[in-house]
Every structure is written in C-alpha cells, then in structure tokens.
C-alpha cells in the first residue's frame, strides 16, 4: 500500500500540474518564514527522481532567487536589522563549504543528515 501511493505521488509531481503545485508551496514557505523552502524543496525533488545530491543540488538553485525575492520583500517593508550584513557574510562561507561537502558526501550520509537536520528543526520548534 505505501508503495502504490508513493508510486502515485511520483506520478503527481512529476505532471506539470504537480510540479507547479510544488514549485507554489516551495515559494509560499520561503516567503512566508524567510527559510524553509529548501526544507520541502529536496523531498518534492527525489519523489521526481532526482538522487539526494541532484535533489540537494537543484533546491539551492530554486531557493536562490526565492531568497533574493524574499530579502527584498523584507528590506522594503519590514526593514533589516543592523548586523544582518555579517550574518550573510557568514552564511555565503558556509554556503561555500557546504557546496564544496555536497560535492564530496554519498548520497546515502546526504540523505542521512538532511533527515538529521528536518528532526533537529521539528524539534526545536515544538520546544
């Protein structure tokens, strides 16, 4: 049974319908919390395929410009603290080092700790 509605959410997201009702929740969460989009972006992605690697890959090319959009959403009407600047400064070295582990991680150990990652996230948020 998990097979046949796995098989058929594939199905889905793999039609142009799906993909456009995927692509619409991915842009929803990330301009909604200024994060998160990825988070939904790379299992959308593997139910259309994709290894973990393509998966991870291609959620950062689609979570680029939904963040750029979002950062200039948020810049003109809700103004960005003072230090965000640092904060992006670290966060592209981190982005350069994480890009560089994608390259270098099985898919397998990707797979294992973007699953660490979701957990970690989901139970921050309920505590």
Excluded: D, E
Aim: charged content about 10%.
């Amino acid at each position: 049974m998990k097979k046949r509605f796995l098989a058929k959410c594939q199905r889905f997201f793999n039609s142009k319908g799906g993909k456009r009702l995927a692509g619409g929740a991915v842009g929803l969460i990330n301009g909604l919390f200024g994060s998160g989009g990825g988070m939904l972006a790379v299992p959308l992605f593997t139910l259309q395929g994709l290894g973990q690697k393509q998966a991870q890959a291609t959620a950062i090319a689609v979570i680029l410009p939904l963040s750029a959009l979002s950062f200039l959403g948020y810049a003109l009407f809700s103004g960005l603290p003072q230090g965000c600047l640092f904060t992006a400064l670290g966060a592209a070295g981190g982005g350069a080092v994480g890009a560089l582990l994608l390259g270098r991680l099985s898919n397998v150990w990707l797979h294992r700790l973007f699953c660490l990652l979701m957990l970690l996230a989901g139970g921050r948020m309920l505590f």
